[in-house]
Structure formats: structure tokens, C-alpha cells
Nanobody, 120 residues
Framework: QVQLVESGGGLVQAGGSLRLSCAAS????????MGWFRQAPGKERESVAA????????YYADSVKGRFTISRDGAKNTVYLRMNSLKPEDTAVYYC?????????????WGQGTQVTVSS
């Protein structure tokens, strides 16, 4: 099993920045990809960004390209999401997730979520 704990959420003004962290523990050697998702009230959960542990390749949703940066620290088993130029529409609960190498397309491990609120 893998446990994920997010931190770094909070309240920020539009145009500001936040850095989210997700610390993984347990059978972390089995992780193939880690990603960030978000869900705003009344909306479906959407993928924001992802990074593969093997080669560091990244994915970003069009809505955050150029503003958000995902990175990983293998020594700390931690993934980060640097969010710059935040907009009110970025307000959501942000979740960290992980997929195992044995089932790369399935995010089966999830954190508890951290609230990000952007005021205008």
C-alpha cells in the first residue's frame, strides 16, 4: 500500500503563488506516476498535472500550462506542484494521486486533499 499526504493549500490573492506538496510513504518503490487532480464545487474532478518517476516526463492540463510546474524529489518520495499566477477559477480541493507500475493507467492511491482558495 501507498499513503499520500498533501500539504500547502491555503488562501491566496489572484496573481499569487502557492506550492503544494505530496509526501508518499509505504510501498513507494511501486509507484510509476504521480499526479495532481482538483475538484471545484459542482464540477467533476479533473487532472491538473502528472510526472513519471522513471524519467520525469510531465503532463499539464491546458488550463494550467505556463503557470503550474510539477516536480518530484525521489529521495524524499515527494511530489510538488508550484502554482503561479493563480486565478479565482483555480479554487478547488487539490488531490495527490499515484499509480503503480503494475497498473499504470489506474490512480488507485489518493491523498485526503488540500483546499486552495484564490480570491479576486
Amino acid at each position: 500500500q501507498v499513503q499520500l499526504v498533501e500539504s500547502g493549500g491555503g488562501l491566496v490573492q489572484a496573481g499569487g503563488s502557492l506550492r503544494l506538496s505530496c509526501a508518499a510513504s509505504g510501498r513507494t518503490f511501486s509507484i510509476y506516476v504521480m499526479g495532481w487532480f482538483r475538484q471545484a464545487p459542482g464540477k467533476e474532478r479533473e487532472s491538473v498535472a502528472a510526472v513519471t518517476w522513471s524519467d520525469g516526463s510531465t503532463y499539464y492540463a491546458d488550463s494550467v500550462k505556463g503557470r503550474f510546474t510539477i516536480s518530484r524529489d525521489g529521495a524524499k518520495n515527494t511530489v510538488y506542484l508550484r502554482m503561479n499566477s493563480l486565478k479565482p477559477e483555480d479554487t478547488a480541493v487539490y488531490y495527490c494521486a499515484a499509480a503503480r507500475a503494475t497498473n499504470k493507467s489506474q490512480y488507485e492511491y489518493w491523498g485526503q486533499g488540500t483546499q486552495v482558495t484564490v480570491s479576486s
